[in-house]
C-alpha cells in the first residue's frame, strides 16, 4: 500500500484528489495538510511514501515547504500545479530544484471529459515516485549546496571516452521523468562556446514547456528555443520539441515539425528525433539519452551507434528513473554509461575548450 500525503489548501482539491487517489486500492491517503506547516508536521508523525504539493499556501509555500521536508524527511514530492501561467510554470521548476520529482497539472474535475486521463496521469506517476529513493538535500546556506557545478577536472579523470573532435554535427537529446534537472546541469555546464546544435526531446505535460524553456534559460550561456517548423538548424543554439508535435530534421538541416501518430504512445518522441537526425547526419550525431520512464528512444539510440555515431546513456545511480536509460544499455546501445556533469565534460572535450591532457579548461 503507498501511503499518499496531500498538502493542499483549498477544500474543494482536497476533496478532488482524495476522492480520485482512493479511487485505486493500491494507494491510501494517510492525511490532508492545509500548509506547508501542517505537511511538515504531518510528515515527520505519518511518513507518507508520496506527497502531493501544491504551490500557493498560507504559513509556508509549496517552495519553501519542499525545501524543509528534503532537509530534514526526505520524500518523494508531486508538484500538482492549478495553473499554467507562465510565471507559475516557472516556479514548478524552482520547486523542481528543491527536490520535487514531477510536476502534473492539477487534473480535471469530475464530469470533465480529460477526468479519467488526468486522474489516470496522477494516479500512475504516484506508483512511479513511490519507488524512487530521494536523498537528503542540503540547507541552501551550506557549502555542500553551494558546489552546484562538479569539479570538472575530478569529473573527467575516468571518462575519457575515443571520439572524433570535429566529425560530430548535431547533439539529439532524449529526457523523460527526471529530465528538468538533469538537462539544466548538462545545458549550464556546456559553456557558451558549444559549437554544435541541440536538439531535445522532454517529455512534459500540455503547458508547462513555455516556463521550461525560460528556466532553462536563466542557467545556460546557450540560447534556448521552442522548435519552430522549417526553422534552419544552428551551431551553438538548443530546439525543444513543442507540445504534441514530433521534431525532426531534413536533408538541407531545417527543422520539421509532424502531427504523425504518437510513437510509444508519445508526441513528441524521442525515438522519432533519433531516427530522424540518424537519417540526415549519418555517423556525424551524438545521442544521449536521460532519466526517463519507458522506453522511448532506447532502440533507435542503437540505430545512432550502429551507424558510427557517439551515443550516451544517464547512469543508474543519478537517473530518477532508469527506464528508457536502462532499456538502452540492455539492447548495447550506450557507447558511454555516465552521470550529468560527465556527460557535460564529454560535450566540452568536443568544444575544444577542455584541455584533456593537462585536464584543464
Not at 509555500?61 to 525545501?67: E, H
Not at 501561467?85 to 520529482?101: D, P, Q, R, Y
Not at 529513493?133 to 575515443?162: C, F, G, M, N
Not at 566529425?167 to 558549444?194: C, E, H, N
Request: proline residues 6%; aromatic residues 6%; charged residues 20%.
Amino acid at each position: 500500500m503507498i501511503k499518499v500525503l496531500i498538502v493542499e489548501d483549498s477544500p474543494v482539491i482536497q476533496e478532488l484528489l482524495f476522492y480520485i487517489l482512493s479511487s485505486d486500492h493500491e494507494i491510501h491517503v494517510i492525511g490532508i495538510a492545509n500548509n506547508g506547516e501542517e505537511a511538515l508536521e504531518k510528515v515527520r508523525l505519518k511518513k507518507p511514501d508520496v506527497i502531493t504539493m501544491d504551490m500557493h499556501m498560507p504559513k509556508l509555500d509549496g517552495l519553501k515547504a519542499t525545501r524543509k521536508i528534503m532537509e530534514t524527511y526526505p520524500t518523494p514530492i508531486i508538484i500538482v500545479n492549478s495553473t499554467l501561467a507562465t510565471e507559475e510554470v516557472h516556479n514548478t521548476f524552482e520547486i523542481m530544484e528543491a527536490g520535487a520529482l514531477a510536476v502534473l497539472p492539477r487534473p480535471a474535475g469530475i464530469g470533465h471529459p480529460d477526468f479519467q486521463t488526468t486522474s489516470t496521469e496522477l494516479i500512475n506517476t504516484i506508483k512511479l515516485m513511490s519507488e524512487v529513493k530521494v536523498v537528503r538535500r542540503w540547507p541552501r546556506h551550506t557549502k555542500k549546496d553551494q558546489e552546484t557545478v562538479p569539479d570538472l577536472k575530478k569529473a573527467i579523470s575516468s571518462t575519457r571516452p575515443v571520439i572524433n573532435k570535429g566529425m560530430y554535427r548535431v547533439v539529439a537529446i532524449g529526457a523523460s521523468t527526471g529530465g528538468p534537472i538533469v538537462l539544466q546541469k548538462i545545458l549550464s555546464m556546456v559553456g557558451k562556446d558549444f559549437p554544435l546544435p541541440i536538439l531535445i526531446v522532454q517529455h512534459i505535460a500540455a503547458g508547462f514547456l513555455q516556463g521550461f524553456v525560460e528556466w532553462l534559460s536563466q542557467t545556460s550561456d546557450l540560447p534556448i528555443h521552442i522548435a519552430a517548423h522549417r526553422e534552419a538548424v544552428t551551431p551553438g543554439n538548443v530546439y525543444v520539441a513543442p507540445d504534441g508535435y514530433h521534431m525532426g530534421v531534413d536533408d538541407s538541416c531545417r527543422i520539421f515539425l509532424s502531427k504523425e501518430e504518437p510513437e510509444n504512445n508519445l508526441r513528441p518522441s524521442v525515438s522519432y528525433l533519433f531516427r530522424s537526425v540518424n537519417n540526415a547526419y549519418g555517423s556525424n550525431v551524438i545521442g544521449i539519452l536521460l532519466t526517463g520512464m519507458g522506453t522511448d528512444g532506447a532502440k533507435e539510440l542503437k540505430l545512432v551507434k550502429d551507424n558510427g555515431g557517439l551515443t550516451i546513456v544517464q547512469d543508474e545511480e543519478s537517473s530518477v528513473v532508469h527506464g528508457m536509460a536502462g532499456k538502452a544499455i540492455k539492447l548495447d546501445a550506450a557507447g558511454y554509461v555516465l552521470p550529468p556533469e560527465k556527460i557535460a565534460v564529454v560535450l566540452r572535450i568536443l568544444t575544444g575548450n577542455y584541455n584533456t591532457k593537462n585536464n584543464e579548461l
